[in-house]
């Protein structure tokens, strides 16, 4: 198989699922469930409705 890259435009969230709510009200596509990123949190991608791939993520902690 191919080797898959995460979309250049991503996106920080508090709550990736209100997000992904948001993203498919909009009339948006979620491409990939959530899913763990490493240590850091979770990820989705997601799709907007004129085809922009773009990513939210939701980390566990804040950096200082």
């Not at 699922?17 to 009200?25: E, G, L, T």
């Amino acid at each position: 198989g191919g080797t898959w890259t995460l979309p250049r435009l991503r996106s920080a969230t508090a709550d990736i699922n209100a997000s992904i709510d948001k993203v498919k009200a909009l009339g948006g596509t979620v491409m990939m469930d959530p899913f763990p990123a490493g240590e850091a949190g979770l990820i989705t991608v997601a799709m907007d409705p004129q085809g922009a791939v773009f990513a939210l993520i939701q980390l566990d902690s804040q950096p200082d």
